[in-house]
C-alpha cells in the first residue's frame, strides 16, 4: 500500500502544483490518476519514487516512510514507465530491459535471459532482442518500456501517460494487454492520464484531480460515473457518463425474446401468423445452427407467396450483435441502435442466436438499473 | 626581449596608419572576399542538394575531405600557380568557407516542416517562388549559423597567409613581430584580428535579427540545434534518411 | 609544371627517406606533436565538458571560451608565445592544445546537454544515480559529437603544427620552411601534400572509430 498524507508541492515561484493531498492506494490494485493538465497528477506520481520531493507531508511505501529510503535503491525497487518509453537509443532492446537488472548487480546471462522472459510476457517476438528502440514502432516500444519497468518484479508499478503517444488502435491493444498482464501479476500500479475513458478502462479506482492539486474524488469507475461529487467533476467525466456506465451491468439482466426468431426453412405465410401473434413488426431468420442470417419485415411477408421458404426472401443485414453472458448493457444499448430493425441481437459464446432485444426492452432493463449499485468494480470485460 | 615591457604604446601611436592601418585594410578584404565567394557557391550547391537528395551524399563526402585539407597546405600548393596575388589565399579559404557552409543550407532547407511545403505547394507556389519566399527565409538561421562560424574561422586563418608573403595582420605578426622578436605588434595583430573576428560575428547576428524576426522567441530552441554545428563546422550529421521507412510496422 | 609528377620524383627520391631530415623523422615528428596536443586537449576537454554538461553549469562560459578561441589567430599566439617562452616543444603543445580544447569541450557539453530529457528521467526514475547517468547513458548518447569534435580538433592541430616549423622545430612543416628558403620547390610540395595525406587520413580514422565505437542503435537514429 501506499499512502499520502497532507502532501503539498510548493515551488519556489509560489506556484502549488499538489495542495494538502491525502491518498491510500490499495496494494495490487490498479489506481489512476486523472484530471486536466496542471492538476499535479504527474507530480503526484512522480513523489512516490521521489522524483519530487514534496514540500510538506509524508508518503510511505508498504509501511515505511520513503524518505527513510536512498532514492536510487528506492526507484530500483519501483517500475517507472514514461510517455514517450524513454528507451536509451545505445542499447538494443533485450540490454535496455536488463537495466535495473544491471543496476541491481544481476550478471549478464541472468539479467538477459529474465528480459527474454519478459519480452514473451508483454509480446515481443525474440528475435526484436537484439534490435534498436528506432527499429520498433511506436507501441512496440512502449511494450519495451512496460517490460524494463518490470524486469526486477517491483511491487509497484508508476505509469506516466503511457499510452499517449500512440495511436488510438494500438492503445487500445497495450490496455489490453495491460489488464491481462495486472490479472496475472498483481501489481500495485499508479497510472496517471488525461483520458477518463482509459481511466474507466483501467482503473481499479480512480483519483480525479482538479486544477490546483487538490482531488477532487477517489472512487471505482462505477461510482464515479453514477455519483460525480460535483459539477467539475461531472463535467471532466463527460455528460454521455450515463451511457458510459452502462458498462458496469451485464447484459445478462435481459431476457430477449425467442418468439419472433425462425428458421430460414419456414415458410412465409407461417412466418407471418406468428409475426402477427407476437405484435412485432420484424422477425429474426436463423439457419440450421440458429446463425443469424437478417432481419424479414411483415410487410415483406405479406407481399410473399405464402408458400416460399423465408430463407428465400430479400433479408435486412442483421448488423452487429451482442453477446449475452459476456457483454454489457452498452454493447446490447449499441448494437439496437445500429440495428436497421432496432432490436439486437443476442448470441451465445458460439454465435447461436439465444434471442432478440427491442430498445423498448432496453429502456425498461436501463431504468431498473439506474438506482442500483453496479454489481462489478470493474467493466464488464469485452467492453471496450 | 626579456626585460622589454609587453606592449609599447608609443610603437603603436607611431605606426598606427601604416602598417598598422593598411594590414587591417588588407586584412577585411582577405577574409571578406573568400567568405562572398563560398556564399555565393555554397547556397545555389545547398539548394540543387536539397532538391535532389541523392546528390548530397557525394557532394557531402567531397565537403568532408575539402574540410580535412589544410589550408595553410594550400597555400604553398597555389603558390607557383596564382604567385604573391591574393588569389594564394582567396581561393583556399574560399573552399573552407564552402565546405562549413555547404552542409548548413542543406541541413536548413531539410529542417523545413513537410506541412509547409505541402501548403505552400497547395495554394499554388511555383517551384522557384516557394524556394524564395518559404524555404529559404526558414533555412536561414541554420544557413547563417554556419556563415558565422565560416567568417570567424576565415578572419582568424587570413593571418596564416602572411606565410606565403601575402598581407593582412599576419604580416605585423610575423614581421614586425616575429622576425624582430617585437611582442607589440603580434598582440595588435592579435587583438585586432579578434576584434574583426567578433565584429563580423555581431553584424551577422544583427542580420538574422533583422531578417528572421519570427525566430527571436523561440532562439533557444534553434542555437540547441545549431552550437554544436557550429562548432563542428561541416560535417556534423550524416545525411538525412527517410527514416521513417526503416522502422518496423506497428504491432 | 606538374604538381603530382614533381611530389612523385621527390618522393621516390631515396634520400627523402632516411636520416634526421627524412620523411619517416618529420612525418613521426609530425605525428607525434599531433597525437600528444590531441590527447592532451581529449583529457582536458572532455571530462569537463562532461560534468558542465551533466550538471548544467557553465554552459555560457564554455560557449564563450570556444567563441574566443576560434577567433585567435593562432600563428599569432603560437608566435607570441615563443617569443615569451623561449623555442622548443613545450611552448607549440601549448598553442597546439589551446586549439584544440575548444571544440572538445563544447562539443562534449552540447551532446552531454543534448541528451533527451525523457532519456535522462527514464534513467534517474529507473534508479541510476548521478554518475551512472553521466556514464551508462549521457557520454554514449554524446559520443558522436564528441568524436565530431575531435575530429575538427585533430584536423586543426594537424594543420597548424605545420606552423610550429617557422619556430624552429620539427615536424612536415620543415619541409615547407626549408623548401622555401632554398627555393626547392619540390620539397615545399612534398612537405604540403603530405600533410594534406595526414589531415585526410585523421578525418578517415575518424569515420572509422565513430563506426567503431558509437552504438548501431545511435548510427542510424542520429539520421532522424
Avoid at chain 1, 516512510?65 to 514507465?81: F, H
Avoid at chain 1, 516500444?141 to 488510438?168: I, K, N
Avoid at chain 2, 568557407?97 to 511555383?126: C, E, K, W
Amino acid at each position: 500500500m501506499i499512502t499520502f498524507t497532507g502532501i503539498t508541492k510548493r515551488y519556489p515561484d509560489g506556484t502549488i502544483a499538489v495542495d494538502d493531498l491525502d491518498i491510500e492506494i490499495p496494494a495490487g490494485r490498479t489506481t489512476v490518476f486523472v484530471g486536466p493538465s496542471g492538476c499535479g497528477k504527474t507530480t503526484s506520481l512522480r513523489m512516490i519514487n521521489r522524483m519530487v520531493e514534496p514540500t510538506t507531508g509524508l508518503i510511505t511505501v508498504e509501511g515505511q516512510d520513503i524518505r527513510d529510503r536512498d532514492p536510487a535503491v528506492l526507484r530500483r525497487s519501483i517500475g517507472y514507465v514514461i510517455q514517450q518509453a524513454g528507451l536509451f537509443p545505445h542499447r538494443t532492446i533485450v540490454d535496455n530491459i536488463a537495466t535495473v537488472p544491471f543496476l541491481l548487480g544481476w550478471g549478464k546471462p541472468r539479467a538477459r535471459a529474465r528480459a527474454r522472459e519478459l519480452m514473451e510476457l508483454v509480446g515481443l517476438q525474440p528475435e526484436q532482442a537484439k534490435r534498436y528502440p528506432h527499429q520498433l514502432s511506436g507501441g512496440q516500444q512502449q511494450r519495451v518500456g512496460v517490460a524494463r519497468a518490470l524486469a526486477a518484479d517491483p511491487p509497484v508499478l508508476l505509469m506516466d501517460e503511457p499510452f499517449s503517444a500512440v495511436d488510438p488502435v494500438v492503445r487500445t491493444s497495450l490496455q489490453d494487454e495491460l489488464i491481462r498482464l495486472q490479472a496475472e501479476l498483481h501489481k500495485t500500479i499508479v497510472f496517471v492520464t488525461h483520458d477518463i475513458d482509459e481511466a474507466v478502462k483501467l482503473g481499479d479506482s480512480i483519483a480525479v484531480f482538479r486544477p490546483g492539486g487538490k482531488l477532487a474524488q477517489l472512487d471505482t469507475p462505477e461510482r464515479l460515473l453514477a455519483n460525480p461529487v460535483d459539477s467539475f467533476v461531472e463535467g471532466f467525466i463527460g455528460y454521455d457518463r450515463g451511457v458510459r456506465r452502462l458498462s458496469f451491468f451485464p447484459a445478462r439482466l435481459l431476457t430477449p425474446r425467442t418468439d419472433t426468431v425462425v428458421g430460414d426453412d419456414v415458410q412465409a405465410g407461417r412466418a407471418r401468423e406468428l409475426a402477427l401473434r407476437s405484435g412485432e413488426p420484424w422477425l429474426l431468420v436463423v439457419d440450421g445452427e440458429r446463425g443469424p442470417r437478417g432481419w424479414v419485415s411483415t410487410e415483406t411477408l405479406g407481399a410473399a407467396d405464402p408458400g416460399t421458404v423465408v430463407g428465400s426472401l430479400d433479408l435486412v443485414d442483421y448488423g452487429h450483435v451482442f453477446t449475452v453472458e459476456t457483454d454489457s448493457l452498452r454493447a446490447a444499448l449499441d448494437a439496437a441502435v445500429l440495428s436497421p430493425a432496432g432490436r439486437a441481437v443476442g448470441v451465445d459464446a458460439d454465435g447461436r442466436v439465444v434471442g432478440v432485444v427491442a430498445q423498448s426492452e432496453l429502456g425498461s432493463a436501463i431504468w431498473s438499473v439506474g438506482a442500483e449499485e453496479a454489481p462489478t468494480a470493474e467493466p464488464v470485460r469485452s467492453d471496450g | 626581449m626579456g626585460d622589454q615591457p609587453l606592449i609599447r604604446w608609443d610603437w603603436i601611436a607611431r605606426n598606427w596608419d601604416d602598417p598598422v592601418g593598411t594590414r587591417l585594410l588588407e586584412h577585411i578584404q582577405l577574409a571578406l572576399v573568400p567568405i562572398l565567394i563560398g556564399l555565393l557557391i555554397a547556397v545555389p550547391l545547398g539548394v540543387v542538394c536539397a532538391r535532389w537528395r541523392w546528390l548530397y551524399p557525394s557532394v557531402f563526402t567531397g565537403v568532408n575531405i575539402l574540410y580535412a585539407v589544410p589550408s595553410i597546405a594550400l597555400f604553398f600548393l597555389l603558390l607557383p600557380y596564382t604567385g604573391f596575388t591574393q588569389w594564394t589565399a582567396i581561393i583556399p579559404l574560399s573552399l573552407y568557407t564552402l565546405a562549413i557552409l555547404v552542409p548548413n543550407v542543406v541541413d536548413g532547407l531539410y529542417q523545413v516542416p513537410q506541412h509547409v511545403r505541402q501548403a505552400a505547394i497547395a495554394m499554388g507556389f511555383s517551384p522557384l517562388r516557394r524556394l524564395i519566399q518559404v524555404e529559404l527565409p526558414i533555412a536561414l538561421p541554420v544557413a547563417i549559423a554556419g556563415l558565422r562560424v565560416a567568417a570567424v574561422a576565415t578572419i582568424s586563418m587570413v593571418s596564416v597567409a602572411s606565410l606565403v608573403g601575402l598581407g593582412g595582420l599576419g604580416q605585423l605578426i610575423l614581421t614586425d613581430g616575429f622576425r624582430r622578436q617585437f611582442p607589440t605588434p603580434i598582440i595588435v595583430g592579435i587583438v585586432l584580428s579578434v576584434l574583426l573576428a567578433f565584429l563580423v560575428d555581431g553584424l551577422l547576428v544583427l542580420m538574422q535579427r533583422l531578417l528572421t524576426p519570427w525566430t527571436r522567441g523561440s532562439e533557444r530552441a534553434a542555437r540547441r540545434t545549431s552550437a554544436a554545428r557550429r562548432e563542428a563546422g561541416a560535417g556534423t550529421t550524416a545525411p538525412a534518411t527517410d527514416t521513417g521507412s526503416r522502422r518496423a510496422e506497428a504491432t | 609544371m606538374n604538381l603530382f609528377l614533381e611530389f612523385w620524383l621527390w618522393i621516390s627520391d631515396p634520400a627523402q627517406w632516411s636520416g634526421g631530415a627524412g620523411i619517416p623523422t618529420r612525418l613521426g615528428q609530425h605525428v607525434l606533436y599531433s597525437a600528444q596536443a590531441l590527447a592532451l586537449a581529449t583529457l582536458i576537454g572532455v571530462p569537463v565538458g562532461l560534468v558542465t554538461g551533466h550538471t548544467g553549469r557553465g554552459g555560457f562560459l564554455t560557449a564563450s571560451i570556444a567563441n574566443f578561441a576560434r577567433a585567435l589567430p593562432t600563428i599569432g599566439v603560437l608566435m607570441l608565445v615563443v617569443i615569451a617562452v623561449g623555442i622548443g616543444v613545450a611552448p607549440v603543445m601549448v598553442a597546439l592544445v589551446a586549439l584544440a580544447v575548444p571544440p572538445i569541450l563544447v562539443n562534449t557539453y552540447e551532446g552531454v546537454r543534448g541528451v533527451d530529457p525523457q532519456l535522462k528521467d527514464a534513467a534517474q526514475g529507473m534508479g541510476m544515480r548521478g554518475h551512472e547517468v553521466l556514464l551508462k547513458l549521457e557520454l554514449p548518447v554524446a559520443l558522436p559529437l564528441i568524436l565530431l569534435g575531435m575530429r575538427t580538433a585533430a584536423i586543426q592541430v594537424v594543420s597548424t603544427a605545420t606552423i610550429a616549423a617557422y619556430v624552429g622545430i620539427g615536424g612536415l612543416g620543415r619541409f615547407i620552411v626549408d623548401g622555401q628558403a632554398r627555393r626547392e620547390f619540390d620539397m615545399v610540395v612534398g612537405g604540403s601534400l603530405l600533410v594534406v595525406a595526414l589531415a585526410v587520413l585523421v578525418t578517415l580514422m575518424f569515420y572509422l572509430l565513430r563506426r567503431f565505437l558509437v552504438a548501431p542503435g545511435l548510427r542510424q537514429a542520429a539520421a532522424k
